[in-house]
T-cell receptor, first 110, second 114 residues
Framework: EAQVTQNPRYLITVTGKKLTVTCSQN?????MSWYRQDPGLGLRQIYY???????DKGDVPEGYKVSRKEKRNFPLILESPSPNQTSLYFC?????????FGPGTRLTVT | AQSVTQLDSQVPVFEEAPVELRCNYS??????LFWYVQYPNQGLQLLLK??????LVKGINGFEAEFNKSQTSFHLRKPSVHISDTAEYFC????????????FGAGTRLAVHP
């Protein structure tokens, strides 16, 4: 089954404790992206990747890092999480204009 | 740059009534338009998309949308809603031509009451 998977689905952590949210797709898509969803703001792009070793900032990149060492994986790294990064995070992949979304990761930073 | 405005943050409606969720966009280049649905505690699912051609687009679950270039709108409609349509709906655009980010509206929460 074609899908985008994310882990973990739920995460509660404390300020400053580094964490990684994994994202994997099995559709051989070149383009991958991370979004955060906040009430009243919709989804906003954090980072995106056009292909292996090619990444770039989206609209809200501060406090996040990404890497793309393999085509199928695109992890999101929060080196020093803060409470304002409490949000619902979605990974997406696409071959062209149509993006496929993962199930989301709900992150709470206390 | 592009922007998307969803004109209603919440839309309450009774079961079997028609519904319209409004979406306006702004862009200096041509765009592709999308509607996504998010059911409670789930990810986003594509409802329908407009790329080119006929301005009336049909999607899944009986939804349709009409692209109006002069009014820069892409309103979503369903003639008769069900309880199961209760969800959050997002309008999104991307510049036409391929790879690019989606720019989302803030979302409209559709609540269908019995």
């Amino acid at each position: 089954e074609a899908q985008v998977t994310q882990n973990p689905r739920y995460l509660i952590t404390v300020t400053g404790k580094k964490l990684t949210v994994t994202c994997s797709q099995n559709m051989n898509h070149e383009y991958m992206s991370w979004y955060r969803q906040d009430p009243g703001l919709g989804l906003r792009q954090i980072y995106y990747s056009m292909n292996v070793e090619v990444t770039d900032k989206g609209d809200v990149p501060e406090g996040y890092k990404v890497s793309r060492k393999e085509k199928r994986n695109f992890p999101l790294i929060l080196e020093s999480p803060s409470p304002n990064q409490t949000s619902l995070y979605f990974c997406a992949s696409s071959l062209s204009y149509e993006q496929y979304f993962g199930p989301g990761t709900r992150l709470t930073v206390t | 740059a592009q922007s998307v405005t969803q004109l209603d943050s919440q839309v309450p409606v009774f079961e079997e009534a028609p519904v319209e969720l409004r979406c306006n966009y702004s862009s200096s280049v041509s765009v592709y338009l999308f509607w996504y649905v998010q059911y409670p505690n789930q990810g986003l699912q594509l409802l329908l998309k407009y790329l080119s051609g006929s301005t009336l687009v049909k999607g899944i679950n009986g939804f349709e949308a009409e692209f109006n270039k002069s009014q820069t709108s892409f309103h979503l409609r369903k003639p008769s809603v069900h309880i199961s349509d209760t969800a959050e709906y997002f309008c999104a655009v991307t510049p036409s031509g391929g790879y690019n980010k989606l720019i989302f509206g803030a979302g409209t929460r559709l609540a269908v009451h019995p």
